[in-house]
């Protein structure tokens, strides 16, 4: 015993050796580089106005750099917190300034006044020794591979003393959900036999024994994060038609991902269920809509809205930001992730790619937030929850959504992001080996992406255009000298028997209001806010005769859901096709090239109390998987057809299968039941806890294991998942 605690004396002195080391190494070659910047930039100083000697001036760079990394470690943390209700965007951009103000307050410490600088000049030397001196460190403690490890060690030991204090018996494995927002069941797919996803390939079985199984699942009708993650978190989207729509009953039109709407649906689906939902124990969710009812909170829209002491949700922001390094490292890959979006997007213009949208406006630095900030942030914070060893976590990574949307769902933009996802993964792989207890890796998506060009880009019109047409409305003068335009207004004839002329709607009955025409990719609703309740199919053609045959027969819709009086649900497609849903349908009609379960989703989405007067999807190939959507988008989600409504599951082989082979699984809500049954499995014999981490007792596979040797510990490794 004596000889064993000896050695764990001799191996504590030697990690505080280590360390110690690391700091001396990392403030030497701070000095040196503060020395550098101030034989380059002019305006920095760290001499007297008369001169100095080479070693007075190396002296007054090493008390630079020393103060400055005193100011960073103590002073940074409390600026941060102090300035948590800054938006995310405007504080990765203040981490420049404030580092900056650190050096100029460094500066005026050093004796006599020998340091000084403009205060610009302050913000490039603070940025470039804060990276110089993560990079140090990173590259130190990497190298030092039993210093390294030893810290994990002594992290998860502690954090594993601290929750286990009143508990008993053994530690069962604990469950994170990382959802790739908009991958697809074959993007996926591809991108691991590309070797694009390395991580996700190994577990999958490429080349090896496989940990994981891959599971394609259905979505509903609604293909978007807002019905999708509603459902898993909370086990019902009941009553979410699509990604925005107009409630009759409020006058409000709902968007999914804004704050207020967010925190309505979920509180919609508590009161359904009487579940707060998924991660209600000791659970975090991190980057979601929703909270699935976890205590843990980081960057979480719904309780966005919330103010007072319960909205932790921007408590991510600072447990990432509160480290100078990671805000410095962060913000230069932020600007150079939007110069690679304007490089990205010039290519496309110069090579007349198609189809293209315009990338201009904000959008390179709406990309940059949701590849480099939101992925940052989100994975240091389920390596925090790993590390302290909660028992379920849930986040959800946007980055390859938001570039698909914009560059289309394959080609090397979105392979990029897929490549820097893959490493991130294999990131939280290599925490889980140092955990404080076992972690089951569960990895799955909320919808896919179809590709395809917009219906304003095919037709010279949007859907609101048509819509005006059909109603007689008075159409945009653009849009009416456009072919589409004029088929539009000839359907409109053909419809009445009789000649339009321009601007008959304007001897429209008083008091009718416009239709409030919205888009969720490919999917349109059409609502009439002056009648209060849903209008039936023969309330429509009694006020706008000319209005369904216009849109059912458009070449760029696919079918129509509409209500009649007398036998219910009705879906209407070109040439007078109609499928009664409450009927034995003989023929699909326009529904048959959406594959099977599509009249079943239609079906749900009709009970809805909030679904729109007229549900429009937009024409789709069978052949090339394409639609066409009414937003603008080339890489589009919300409705029915093609690569939209395949997500996927993969789960570690120690899990239950999702469904028995031979049967789908559809639907957010049943994936909600296979999670909540997957966090009450108690998978293998008892979990014993070695050397604080926890490890299976028999033979079985550590789902968690395998990846790249990179941990969340080391500030240099997160830089690296990009």
């Not at 591809?190 to 577990?203: D, F, H, I, R």
């Not at 986040?395 to 390859?400: E, P, Q």
């Not at 969720?520 to 806010?529: D, K, R």
Request: hydrophobic residues 40%; contains cysteine.
């Amino acid at each position: 015993m004596k000889r064993e605690a000896a050695g764990v004396g001799r191996g504590r002195w030697r990690a505080v050796g280590s360390a110690l080391w690391r700091s001396v190494a990392v403030w030497l070659v701070s000095t040196l580089t503060m020395l550098a910047m101030a034989g380059i930039l002019p305006d920095f100083q760290l001499q007297a106005d008369d001169g100095d000697t080479a070693t007075r001036i190396a002296v007054t760079a090493a008390l630079g750099a020393g103060a400055f990394g005193l100011l960073s470690s103590l002073v940074w943390p409390l600026l941060v917190r102090a300035l948590l209700l800054v938006p995310a965007l405007v504080l990765g951009l203040l981490a420049f300034f404030l580092n900056g103000s650190l050096l100029l307050l460094a500066l005026r410490l050093i004796p006599d006044g020998r340091g000084d600088a403009n205060p610009e000049t302050a913000v490039v030397v603070a940025a470039v020794m804060s990276a110089v001196a993560s990079a140090t460190g990173g590259a130190l403690a990497v190298r030092d591979d039993d210093a390294y490890r030893r810290r994990l060690y002594r992290l998860a030991d502690r954090r594993r003393r601290r929750r286990a204090e009143g508990q008993s018996g053994p530690v069962p494995p604990g469950t994170v959900f990382i959802q790739l927002d908009g991958v697809g069941h074959d993007v996926l797919r591809g991108a691991a036999e590309k070797g694009l996803m390395p991580t996700v390939a190994g577990w999958a079985g490429q080349g090896g024994e496989a940990s994981h199984r891959l599971t394609p699942w259905r979505t509903d009708w609604s293909s978007q994060t807002g019905a999708s993650q509603l459902g898993i978190l909370h086990g019902s989207n009941h009553d979410v038609p699509a990604f925005r729509w107009y409630e009759k009953d409020t006058g409000e039109v709902m968007v999914s991902n804004r704050p207020a709407s967010a925190a309505e649906l979920q509180r919609r689906a508590i009161e359904r269920t009487g579940d707060a939902g998924l991660l209600t124990l000791d659970g975090a969710s991190r980057g979601n809509l929703f909270s699935g009812g976890a205590e843990q909170l980081a960057l979480v829209l719904s309780m966005a809205a919330r103010r007072g002491k319960e909205n932790r949700s921007r408590a991510g922001y600072f447990a990432y930001f509160s480290d100078p390094a990671n805000a410095v490292r962060t913000a230069l890959s932020f600007v150079a992730e939007v110069g690679r979006e304007i490089g990205e997007s010039t290519r496309a213009r110069i090579g007349k790619r198609r189809p293209r949208i315009g990338r201009g406006g904000l959008y390179p630095f709406i990309r940059a937030f949701a590849t480099v900030v939101e992925r940052d942030v989100v994975v240091a914070a389920v390596i925090g929850d790993m590390l302290a060893g909660r028992s379920a976590v849930y986040a959800d990574l946007v980055a390859y959504d938001e570039v698909a949307h914009h560059s289309g769902p394959v080609g090397s933009d979105v392979d990029k992001v897929l490549q820097r996802l893959d490493r991130s993964l294999a990131l939280i792989a290599k925490v889980a080996e140092h955990a404080p207890r076992a972690y089951r890796i569960v990895v799955l998506s909320d919808h896919g992406q179809s590709p395809g060009e917009t219906f304003r880009a095919r037709y010279g019109l949007t859907l609101g255009d048509l819509v005006r047409a059909g109603c007689g409305l008075p159409v945009p003068r653009k849009a009416r000298r456009t072919h589409s335009g004029a088929e539009a207004r000839s359907a409109v004839r053909a419809a009445l028997r009789r000649p339009v002329e321009e601007g008959a709607g304007q001897h429209r009955p008083a008091g009718e209001a416009e239709p409030i025409v919205l888009a969720s990719g490919n999917l349109g609703l059409v609502s009439f806010p002056d009648v209060p309740h849903r209008m039936t199919r023969e309330e429509i053609d009694e006020r706008n005769p000319a209005l369904l045959p216009t849109l059912a027969n458009h070449p760029g819709i696919g079918f129509l859901l509409v209500r009649s009086r007398e036998r219910g649900p009705v879906v209407l497609g070109a040439r007078g096709s109609e499928v009664y849903l409450d009927e034995e349908p003989g023929d699909l009609g326009p529904l048959a090239d959406f594959g099977p379960g599509a009249a079943d989703a239609v079906r749900r989405t009709d009970g809805f109390p909030h679904v729109a007067d007229i549900m429009v999807n937009s024409w789709y190939d069978p052949q090339d998987g394409e639609v066409l959507a009414f937003e603008e988008q080339i890489g589009s989600h919300g409705g029915l057809g093609g690569a939209q409504v395949h997500p996927f599951l993969l789960s570690p082989l120690v899990l239950s299968a999702p469904v028995d082979e031979g049967h789908e699984l559809v639907g957010a809500e049943r994936v909600h039941e296979v999670l909540r049954r997957w966090l009450g499995e108690y998978q293998g014999p008892e979990i014993p806890l070695v050397g604080g981490v926890a490890e299976a007792a028999d033979d079985s596979p550590h789902e968690g294991r395998g990846g790249t040797t990179l941990t969340a510990a080391d500030p240099a490794a997160q830089d690296k998942t990009r």
